[in-house]
């Protein structure tokens, strides 16, 4: 099954700007939509960002459009988020999943088969 680990969260201020990696560490990553995913305390996890398997079509969800971009290098079997001007509500576990990559362009729908990892932890404060 496809294994993903992210990393990059870290403390920042707000306003600063941070890069999310996730790595397919068993399997070629070229064949899967991706997205991001975020829980904060106490809520549900949400929609943040997804890709299609080349990489042309994206989706974000309203409240990051402008301020995040998902990518991804399918040679490096990675896609990335970066988070630019970063706020406090922003603060949550991320996470990445695949994703129905038809649906991409309408709603990051996780896949069935997804297993969700460990997340990594982005704290924004002032």
């Known amino acids: 099954q496809l294994q993903l680990v992210e990393s990059g969260g870290d403390l920042v201020q707000p306003g600063g700007s941070l890069r999310l990696s996730c790595v397919a560490s068993r399997f070629p990553l070229d064949s899967y939509g991706i997205g991001w995913f975020r829980q904060a305390p106490g809520k549900e996890r949400e929609e943040v960002a997804c890709i299609t398997p080349s990489g042309i079509s994206t989706n974000y969800a309203d409240s990051v459009k402008g301020r995040f971009t998902i990518s991804r290098d399918n040679a490096a079997r990675t896609v990335y988020l970066q988070m630019n001007g970063l706020k406090a509500q922003d603060t949550a576990v991320y996470y990445c999943?695949?994703?129905?990559?038809?649906?991409?362009?309408?709603?990051?729908?996780?896949?069935?088969?997804?297993?969700w990892g460990q997340g990594t932890q982005v704290t924004v404060f002032s």
């Open positions: 999943a695949p994703v129905n990559p038809v649906l991409v362009q309408v709603k990051c729908v996780v896949a069935e088969y997804a297993i």
